[in-house]
């Protein structure tokens, strides 16, 4: 036996002894596909109401707002799959919105690759040179098993050939689609990767395909797209749904749940259990729900690399002392994942150090130091920090206020642990 079989098996043994199969966590939706139901938790009150109004025979347009790393594709992915599994007479179809490419044809690549047995729809994906359904998840299952903790593997992420005409195409096949199915839902996820006013522009040219015989379900969050879609284009949807924070008593259950569907051993869900919780003490899995804010990115952050300091550390359990490592890791990881500029850098130990930066308590010494003359200058920055999950930007009617995740360390602690 070599020596990395042996610590392959050293490292089995290692989550063996924590009855588990392996790391339940991951901050991709669309990896936790097959456990989705298993580990999804809570928003009773959204699922109700976008239940209740599957239940009607009018099509629809929904919009599932909320901020990055809110839970938007586990949300739709969950309404997916109960369709899937209790409505034989739905399509229901997901997509992340491809790069450069409009919603007619991202609708029409959603709908073509959820009918394998279509030899049009096949054609279509094949002129666009891109896969059927079928041959996308066994690529993106390999793909999956070389990327490793951590990617996403749901966008596209090079320009698709687009027909002439993608909305006529799109409804052509979609009456084909009609012919078997009863409702088409289309689910277009990941609009706010895209620039506000090209969303806007997207949605204004989609409106006749938006209001035509499918169901659609559209996600984005509110820095610079719902709030205005919502004020401005307000007749475009039929519900508007606010994904926000979990309580703390439903992030605790979403551990348990995540922890019980990679157990080797069946073992007790109740909450007042340590078992339920283990590796992590009761305490420490009360303090992983709190440093999240109910955010399950960040809870799945957290969890995945308090996990792997506690394998690294041999740990017989996950104490407040090896949690504490594991929050130091996910500091430093959210740094290097980002891969920013010297600029970009700068802006956010500015935010870190202020607690919040704002147009009203920004400096000219700060605006010199970041080589810009005014805080619109630094809105590009800003984005781009959201959309590392580095900073956010506060829900006020005021001046556009941004705070840092709470999940890094400020500059000073930083420093330390570099030392």
């Not at 369709?83 to 034989?88: D, G, K, T």
């Not at 997207?202 to 509110?222: E, R, S, Y």
């Amino acid at each position: 036996m070599s020596e990395a079989d042996k610590l392959w098996k050293e490292t089995k043994q290692n989550f063996a002894n924590w009855n588990l199969e392996e790391i339940p966590f991951s901050e991709s939706a669309s990896s936790l596909r097959s456990n989705l139901d298993k580990v999804f938790t809570g928003r009773t009150q959204e699922l109700r109401k976008i239940f209740n109004l599957l239940q009607g025979r009018e099509r629809k347009r929904i919009l599932v707002y909320g901020a990055v790393g809110i839970g938007k594709t586990a949300f739709i992915l969950e309404v997916l799959g109960v369709l899937q599994r209790n409505s034989e007479d739905t399509l229901a179809t997901y997509i992340s919105l491809p790069f450069e490419t409009d919603l007619a044809t991202t609708a029409l690549i959603a709908l073509a690759r959820h009918m394998p047995e279509d030899e049009w729809a096949q054609q279509l994906l094949n002129n666009m040179g891109l896969m059927s359904e079928s041959s996308r998840k066994t690529k993106t299952k390999l793909e999956g098993k070389i990327a490793g903790f951590g990617a996403s593997l749901e966008a596209e992420s090079k320009p698709v050939n687009a027909p002439q005409f993608p909305t006529l195409t799109f409804q052509d096949l979609l009456e084909r689609a009609l012919e078997k199915y009863s409702r088409v839902v289309i689910a277009i996820d990941d609009l706010d990767k895209q620039d506000p006013d090209r969303v806007r522009q997207l949605l204004h040219n989609a409106q006749g395909m938006l209001k035509g015989d499918a169901w659609f379900i559209l996600t984005g969050h509110p820095s610079g797209l719902t709030q205005e879609l919502l004020i401005g284009e307000r007749g475009l949807f039929d519900l508007a749904l606010e994904i926000t924070a979990l309580d703390q008593p439903t992030t605790y259950q979403m551990l348990i749940n995540y922890l019980a569907s990679a157990r080797i051993r069946e073992t007790s869900k109740d909450p007042i259990n340590p078992d339920a919780v283990y590796p992590f003490t009761i305490e420490t899995a009360k303090n992983l729900c709190e440093r999240s804010e109910g955010i399950p990115r960040w809870f799945n952050r957290i969890g995945s690399y308090v996990l792997l300091k506690a394998a690294e550390l041999k740990a017989e359990k996950i104490t407040p002392e090896v949690f504490q490592q594991g929050l130091e890791d996910v500091s430093q990881q959210l740094r290097i994942h980002a891969e920013l500029s010297a600029e970009e850098y700068y802006v956010l130990e500015v935010i870190l150090a202020k607690g919040v930066l704002s147009d009203e308590n920004i400096t000219m010494d700060d605006l010199k130091r970041m080589k810009v003359q005014e805080f619109s200058q630094l809105l590009p920055i800003l984005d781009k920090l959201i959309q590392f999950d580095l900073v956010r930007r506060l829900p006020t009617d005021k001046a556009a206020e941004y705070q840092g995740n709470p999940l890094l360390l400020p500059p000073s602690e930083q420093s330390d642990e570099e030392e």
